[in-house]
């Protein structure tokens, strides 16, 4: 029988009830929409950190890639945004299954080297094709057009939009970690040797984990270049990736809601304490190290931890995700 | 059973939605308070500069309340230095109200606020220096305070050039984006106009610290002059090394875009001896306004205002003066109210180009000083001179949408 946290349904449910409660508890659309963007691409890398075990600082790579399509295609194209969104995915999902190609060639710290490596060398690129990126400055005046008629102009109807979107791509996220390719990545993640042993072919799976992730990445760059008007460059830098990491471990990966946790509590956080505190990124230094001290499965553990308290049941501290449960495993009712 | 699933959702939506707008936002400023958005990177790397900027522009407010006897009040916008936080504050504070904004240090973040707040039916004014936000990317909403590239070199190389007839090697060591390609190409016209040998360019990129690799190339090309090109905490970092190096002994040291008090604050006397600055602002120029804020500063604050104050307090002062006039602050009648407007500004009389939004406005060629001859702990440099260089509109690529 499995915990009633660990179930795929209420993580699902818990992820539409936050797209039903954000408008409640925020007066701003524009960052409600934000949390639900950034959430899609930290569940995306954690399909790579928690369910592959691949700290990957590549996925700004992929975000601002999708920023660039979105800008691109919009500003130079009459293509309608669906279709934008559709190149945006198979760009993400082809630059990183060529990323993850040659990144995975090596493991540990010099696959992490080799990540940032090519996150560096795709800011650069983006810097110097000012052109067609706008260097510095950015890809200015990104729109947002109507879409069947209804205009997604208002915050809040684009917040609509990216929820319908982040509900489908969240969803289609859990199936894959549910299915008997996630279940392998799972075995890769716990031991690589073995699985190859057994006979996965343990390089695919991992470049087929980075191309789904790069692919709901880039989906959710090209959503915040139509939430913001502009694909700026620091969507593709450095910082990009770190800040995807850090959202996806203050979250835990011990699960993909986790991550629209960990996306949620970062933004609304950065929103409340920059404008009372300048420093407040040394609360988030901080708040960093507990959780890697005493807190390693994040948010999701804080969660696991109450509910242990009131159930009377241990905790696990593995600061992985559990393996998910079948379909089969449920209990009958 | 469904009905008491109905119940609960509907009462903790019920719930949620009265407690939310407490939760997580405090009480914004009465509805009949006139509101100015200040959008600075009050954290992160440039966090001191918004923090003086943020200074200057509630004194403006404080000032202009008493005067008018209403509540003016500035509201703090973090921008965190970055395009993405300020474009979405800027979205959430229009949709709180606030329609004037008066900020944006940063070229990439003042870019894309610029369209936000004319998209949204606001005014906003800024300090950022990339010659785009007046030129090809201008628009109804965004107005200009500072200096665009081609009159910093205008008011700093060609009078440099006429007070050193025999200093015709000049070399330029510049950051390869936007901004320094803007300075270098202005440097390069006035080069050719003047018979100037530009015996060679270093570029660098936005990441760099270390320089002493261009100014190994400079000295190699024995120029008379090096010509600085990049600002802020690069410039300062290769005016260092420069110095280390003795260059300052070998060659004359121009910095055609300092920030000025801060800077020189955080280079010290000894290294800023000698150098030549070009500058948008210094607290000794003498017009009455910027005499008056310098005097009350002085007094109240024991403190000399730097760019960052001086700036933002003008803009924020200017913006409340426009919206008094218009008797609102909806977009177009502030951009009528301040199109054409002639005012008596920090740096003398200054003008609102009506066709680009661009402030017609002195630009400073200051000089260090030794620290012995200098008056008190801000004197750092005399102004060697100053003038008004713009290009038209047209020629600037300003196409007013």
Redesign the interface.
């Known amino acids: 029988m499995i915990r009633i946290l660990d179930r795929p349904l209420l993580h699902f449910g818990l992820a539409a009830a936050t797209v039903?409660?954000l408008p409640?508890?925020?007066?701003?659309?524009?960052?409600a929409s934000?949390i639900l963007i950034y959430a899609l691409a930290v569940a995306a890398c954690n399909l790579l950190l928690g369910y592959t075990g691949l700290l990957s600082f590549g996925q700004g790579i992929f975000f601002g890639l999708g920023s660039y399509v979105a800008g691109l295609l919009l500003l130079r194209t009459p293509l309608p945004v669906p279709a934008m969104l559709i190149v945006a995915l198979l760009a993400g999902a082809a630059t990183a299954a060529a990323v993850g190609w040659l990144s995975i060639r090596r493991q540990g710290v010099y696959f992490v080297m080799l990540t940032l490596a090519f996150s560096q060398m795709f800011y650069?690129l983006a810097?110097t094709f000012?052109g067609l990126t706008g260097?510095?400055?950015?890809l200015?005046?990104v729109p947002r057009p109507a879409l069947a008629g209804v205009p997604l102009s208002d915050?809040w109807s684009y917040y609509a939009y990216v929820a319908v979107l982040f509900l489908g791509l969240f969803a289609a996220l859990q199936r894959v970690a549910l299915s008997t390719f996630g279940r392998t990545l799972l075995a890769i993640r716990d031991n690589e040797a073995r699985a190859r042993a057994i006979g996965f072919p343990v390089r695919a799976f991992k470049v087929a984990a980075f191309a789904i992730s790069g692919a709901v990445t880039a989906v959710a760059g090209a959503l915040?270049a139509m939430?913001?008007?502009?694909a700026?460059?620091?969507?593709i830098e450095y910082h990009t990736s770190e800040t995807l990491l850090i959202m996806t471990i203050i979250g835990g990966s011990a699960n993909l809601f986790a991550s629209v946790l960990g996306a949620a509590a970062y933004l609304?956080a950065?929103?409340?304490l920059?404008?009372i505190?300048?420093?407040?990124?040394l609360l988030l230094g901080l708040i960093l190290i507990v959780i890697a001290l005493f807190l390693q499965r994040g948010l999701w553990g804080l969660i696991e931890r109450a509910t242990a308290l009131v159930s009377r049941r241990p905790v696990s501290e593995d600061s992985a995700p559990d393996r998910p449960a079948l379909p089969a495993e449920e209990p009958q009712p | 059973m469904l009905h008491r699933r109905a119940f609960l959702t509907t009462t903790s939506?019920a719930a949620?939605?009265l407690a939310?707008?407490g939760?997580?936002?405090g009480a914004r400023a009465a509805e009949t308070a006139l509101v100015v958005g200040v959008p600075l990177p009050?954290?992160?790397a440039f966090?001191a500069n918004?923090?003086f900027a943020a200074m200057g522009a509630a004194l403006a407010a404080e000032e202009a309340g008493a005067a008018l006897g209403r509540k003016v009040v500035t509201r703090?916008?973090?921008t965190?230095g970055?395009?993405?936080?300020a474009?979405?504050?800027v979205?959430?504070a229009m949709?709180?109200g606030t329609r004037l904004f008066a900020g944006g240090i940063l070229?990439?973040e003042a870019?894309?606020m610029g369209?936000?707040v004319a998209?949204g039916g606001g005014v906003f004014f800024t300090t950022a220096g990339?010659d785009?936000i007046t030129g090809q990317?201008c628009n109804r909403g965004t107005f200009r305070w500072s200096v665009p590239t081609y009159g910093a070199i205008a008011q700093t190389v060609r009078p440099l050039i006429e007070q050193m007839p025999q200093a015709k090697r000049w070399y330029t060591i510049t950051p390869q984006?936007?901004?320094g390609e803007g300075l270098l190409t202005a440097a390069k016209a006035v080069f050719q106009e003047k018979g100037i040998e530009h015996v060679g360019n270093s570029y660098h990129?936005?990441a760099e610290k270390e320089f002493s690799g261009y100014l190994t190339n400079a000295i190699a090309a024995k120029p008379d002059v090096l010509l600085i090109l990049n600002f802020g905490s690069q410039s300062s970092d290769t005016l260092r090394q420069a110095v280390s190096f003795g260059l300052k002994k070998r060659m004359t040291i121009v910095l055609a875009w300092a920030s000025g008090l801060e800077q020189f604050e955080a280079l010290g006397p000894d290294l800023c001896e000698g150098v030549y600055f070009g500058a948008q602002y210094w607290h000794g120029v003498d017009a009455p306004l910027n005499k008056a804020l310098v005097a009350k500063l002085r007094e109240t604050r024991k403190m000399s205002p730097n760019y960052s104050f001086a700036a933002s307090y003008l803009l924020t002062k200017l913006l409340i003066d426009a919206a008094t006039k218009a008797g609102t602050t909806e977009g177009p009648a502030m951009i009528k109210a301040l199109e054409g407007l002639t005012y008596a500004g920090l740096t003398g009389e200054e003008e609102i180009r009506a066709a680009d939004h661009q402030v017609i406005k002195n630009y400073y060629l200051l000089k260090g000083k030794a620290k012995s001859a200098m008056a008190d702990k801000d004197d750092f440099v005399d102004i060697v001179g100053s003038g008004k260089s713009f290009l038209t509109p047209e020629a600037a690529g300003c196409k007013m949408t």
């Open positions: 039903l409660a409640l508890l925020l007066r701003s659309g524009t960052l934000e650069f810097y000012s260097g510095d400055n950015g200015l005046d915050p915040h939430l913001i008007g502009v700026p460059l620091s969507n609304v950065g929103d409340l920059s404008a505190w300048p420093r407040w990124l | 939506l949620a939605s939310a707008p939760l997580l936002r009050i954290s992160g966090a918004g923090k703090d916008i973090d965190e970055k395009p993405a936080p474009a979405r504050k979205q959430e949709g709180e070229s990439s870019l894309v369209k936000e998209k990339a785009e990317e984006y936007v901004f990129s936005l």
